[in-house]
């Protein structure tokens, strides 16, 4: 029977499939049917890593015992960082040698210098190679400072080198937004070797973040043929947040297809997906479990079924019949409850109250049903903010509710921001200083100093290079300076701002270091001075590596640690979305809808960010603005609610409580 743990796998670790045996993909014997490579299922991918690690280990030291070398080949990217993380960790604690271990690298952009902050040459030496025993000379990532006739002799060497050290043993992947493996974009053929090869539009878009632009961004990369990946003798892929649900159904349950060029290791004896609840949400087995084995039909499992049909079948949930329910896997439900008809009015009515227009508590009214308490009347909201424009992006609609329904309002800024300015902007405003300075008479040459000095570093810096320390400054204020003018026209005072440049992200770089016991105390800091009745904070969990996960876990972990204290007893948390993604409409408890004119209010709220507008640094792969996917979002949580039969609203914000 599946119940809501028994979905995931042992998260003990990857050995019920001992080496060259194929896995069952875990204890859903029937999710098979579906799943067509095994699929290993982790709550998180720290618990994903360990398990990847451990195998990687075992491996390394069957190798040492039986005196022979261990011939890893290794991925890029964020998906394996966390494992490489453990490896260093076995090193350092469990005495795990890697002088027997000889890697070849996937990948490497070309052209690209090895030094360059982006090569993925310096990525090995900064996550592996520099903090284990591994001899110089053991590993080996593609060149990509070769002439161009000399890429494919060079090649041709790679692929010469893997078989004389007797083929990969282990294959380490991650997989791309549209189903790449290695640089193997979509059309890459089964035999394919290694090769030159042009980057797709949408990983050089996902790239570009790292590069500051599509612009900087390479157009080719040397990655290994898919014919050298299937020739591993185990490989083991990896994909961490929602964003690859998506390609990680179509490689386990598709068809093989050049369009998807994971699913080719279907056809390979030994491959496993180690994957996060995130990456497999779009499973059948996660999904739609009822249709994969019986099910335990608790009220969350039955409020996703019937949302599932009602939308599936396009028919609103108070027209389901017996026989929809029948049809569609889920007599057992009908059963256990009865009839259609009551099943359909209590979940239209859990969802029904779900809906408010009084996201701090309507006062004097009856809240039995409501997702907010009444009282106190007036209550005070923390919203944490993970960049400067969050709160207006994912939450505009509710912040400017709860300021004009009389709550205290303080909006907490959890970081800078800065590495999403551009530069010409920071030029910009530091040549404004300037100008400003003469313009009233104020005299003052360390303004002009500094403007200099950013001119003229901002135009001598290589890629390699990041900002000087006074041009993060600068760029921090601009987004700090329109964090502020939001707050102005949502009209709550600038004191109620408070920026926390939590130190984890000031790196002056993509990659962030980890949450620190700092960044943790600036946020206790900040929820013990307001005393919240509500804290508002981004459950984005669909970018498991980015700043809004770090954030997240720093408020979760405050609260945690404050939760005894009087005043937390009166303080609940709501999860808004970030960017990407909406919560399952099963899973929404409160739901603030939007009039109209209220979404062309945030809309001009979010324009204060004006830093963030036309062609920003870090656009990814969606190219709308902001403010576009803010409202299509909006817009689509209450066509949703639309659909199920409930009222029809322009936009809708949505929030899950988070219960500690
Ligand atoms: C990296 C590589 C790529 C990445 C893929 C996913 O060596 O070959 O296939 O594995 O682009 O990247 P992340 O893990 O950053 O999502």
């Known amino acids: 029977m599946i119940t809501e743990s028994s979905i995931l796998d042992n998260p003990g670790g990857l050995s019920e499939a001992p080496a060259g045996v194929v896995s069952t993909g875990g204890p859903i014997q029937s999710a098979i049917t579906y799943e067509k490579i095994p699929t290993h299922i982790y709550a998180d991918a720290k618990a994903a890593s360990r398990a990847v690690a451990q195998e990687i280990a075992d491996l390394i030291r069957?190798?040492?015992?039986?005196?022979?070398?261990?011939?890893?080949?290794?991925?890029?990217?964020?998906?394996?960082?966390?494992?490489?993380?453990?490896?260093?960790?076995?090193?350092?604690?469990?005495?795990?040698?890697?002088?027997?271990?000889?890697?070849?690298?996937?990948d490497e952009y070309y052209p690209m210098e090895p030094d360059s902050l982006q090569s993925y040459w310096r990525f090995m030496r900064e996550q592996l190679f520099d903090h284990v025993d591994i001899p110089q000379g053991n590993y080996h990532?593609?060149?990509?400072?070769?002439?161009?006739?000399?890429?494919?002799?060079?090649?041709?060497?790679?692929?010469?080198?893997?078989?004389?050290?007797?083929?990969?043993?282990?294959?380490?992947?991650?997989?791309?937004?549209?189903?790449?493996?290695?640089?193997?974009?979509?059309?890459?053929?089964i035999n394919s070797h290694t090769r030159l090869m042009m980057l797709d539009n949408s990983t050089r878009a996902?790239?570009?973040?790292?590069?500051?632009?599509?612009?900087?961004?390479?157009?080719?990369?040397?990655?290994?043929?898919?014919?050298?990946?299937?020739?591993?003798?185990?490989?083991?892929?990896?994909?961490?947040?929602?964003?690859?649900?998506?390609?990680?159904?179509?490689?386990?349950?598709?068809?093989v297809t050049e369009l998807n060029p994971a699913s080719y290791l279907q056809t390979h004896p030994n491959a496993l997906f180690v994957i996060d609840e995130a990456a497999a949400s779009e499973l059948t087995r996660m999904k739609t479990p009822w249709l994969v084995d019986s099910v335990e039909w608790d009220n969350k499992m039955?409020?996703?079924?019937?949302?599932?049909?009602?939308?599936?079948?396009?028919?609103?949930?108070?027209?389901?019949?017996?026989?929809?329910?029948?049809?569609?896997?889920?007599?057992?439900?009908?059963?256990?409850?009865?009839?259609?008809?009551?099943?359909?009015?209590?979940?239209?009515?859990?969802?029904?109250?779900?809906?408010?227009?009084?996201?701090?508590?309507?006062?004097?009214?009856?809240?039995?049903?409501?997702?907010?308490?009444?009282?106190?009347?007036?209550?005070?909201?923390?919203?944490?903010?993970?960049?400067?424009?969050?709160?207006?992006?994912?939450?505009?609609?509710?912040?400017?509710?709860?300021?004009?329904?009389?709550?205290?309002?303080?909006?907490?800024?959890?970081?800078?921001?800065?590495?999403?300015?551009?530069?010409?902007?920071?030029?910009?405003?530091?040549?404004?200083?300037?100008?400003?300075?003469?313009?009233?008479?104020?005299?003052?040459?360390?303004?002009?100093?500094?403007?200099?000095?950013?001119?003229?570093?901002?135009?001598e810096k290589k890629d390699s290079e990041m900002d000087t320390t006074e041009v993060r400054y600068v760029k921090g204020l601009i987004r700090m300076g329109e964090a502020k003018a939001t707050c102005r026209f949502v009209g709550i005072p600038v004191e109620n701002a408070h920026f926390m440049n939590m130190p984890f992200y000031e790196t002056g770089t993509v990659a962030k270091k980890p949450l620190s016991e700092e960044d943790i105390l600036i946020t206790m800091a900040l929820i013990e001075e307001i005393k919240p009745h509500q804290i508002y904070a981004a459950g984005d969990l669909a970018d498991p590596h980015g700043t809004h996960k770090v954030c997240l876990d720093a408020v979760l972990e405050s609260v945690r640690r404050l939760k005894d204290k009087d005043f937390m007893k009166d303080c609940w948390v709501w999860?808004?979305?970030?960017?990407?993604?909406?919560?399952?409409?099963?899973?929404?408890?409160?739901?603030?809808?939007?009039?109209?004119?209220?979404v062309t209010k945030k809309r001009l709220g979010i324009f204060k960010h004006q830093s963030q507008k036309d062609g920003v640094v870090y656009?990814?792969?969606?190219?709308?603005?902001?403010?576009?996917?803010?409202?299509?979002?909006?817009?689509?949580?209450?066509?949703?609610?639309?659909?199920?039969?409930?009222?029809?609203?322009?936009a809708m914000e949505a929030f899950v409580r988070w219960r500690f």
Not at 352 to 362: A, D, E, R, V
């Open 619 to 650: 656009q990814g792969t969606d190219s709308r603005e902001f403010w576009q996917r803010a409202e299509e979002r909006n817009r689509g949580t209450a066509e949703i609610y639309n659909r199920l039969g409930l009222a029809e609203y322009e």
């Open 141 to 189: 990532v593609p060149d990509g400072t070769l002439q161009t006739d000399k890429v494919a002799e060079f090649t041709k060497k790679y692929e010469a080198e893997i078989e004389a050290a007797g083929g990969l043993d282990f294959q380490l992947l991650g997989i791309g937004g549209n189903g790449h493996i290695g640089f193997n974009e979509p059309g890459s053929l």
């Open 302 to 459: 039955k409020k996703k079924a019937v949302t599932y049909l009602s939308m599936a079948l396009s028919k609103p949930i108070l027209k389901l019949t017996d026989r929809d329910y029948n049809d569609n896997g889920m007599s057992d439900l009908l059963a256990q409850y009865g009839q259609a008809y009551d099943i359909n009015i209590d979940v239209f009515n859990q969802l029904q109250h779900t809906i408010t227009g009084w996201p701090g508590g309507k006062p004097n009214a009856d809240d039995t049903n409501r997702p907010e308490r009444a009282l106190p009347a007036h209550k005070r909201c923390l919203i944490f903010s993970p960049h400067p424009d969050d709160d207006i992006i994912s939450m505009g609609g509710t912040f400017q509710r709860l300021r004009d329904q009389g709550h205290e309002v303080h909006v907490g800024y959890q970081t800078s921001g800065n590495i999403a300015v551009a530069d010409d902007e920071a030029l910009r405003f530091a040549d404004y200083v300037v100008d400003f300075n003469t313009k009233f008479g104020i005299d003052s040459p360390e303004a002009t100093r500094i403007f200099q000095d950013a001119a003229a570093s901002l135009r």
């Open 575 to 598: 999860l808004y979305r970030g960017a990407w993604a909406e919560w399952d409409v099963s899973e929404i408890e409160m739901a603030v809808p939007m009039s109209p004119d209220q």
């Open 62 to 106: 069957q190798k040492q015992n039986e005196g022979k070398p261990c011939i890893l080949g290794l991925a890029t990217g964020s998906s394996p960082k966390t494992v490489y993380a453990e490896l260093i960790r076995m090193h350092r604690e469990e005495g795990l040698s890697f002088h027997n271990v000889v890697t070849f690298n996937l």
């Open 206 to 255: 996902a790239a570009s973040v790292d590069f500051g632009g599509l612009p900087k961004t390479p157009r080719k990369a040397i990655t290994m043929g898919v014919s050298s990946i299937l020739s591993a003798k185990r490989v083991v892929l990896l994909a961490w947040g929602e964003r690859k649900a998506p390609v990680i159904r179509g490689a386990v349950e598709g068809l």
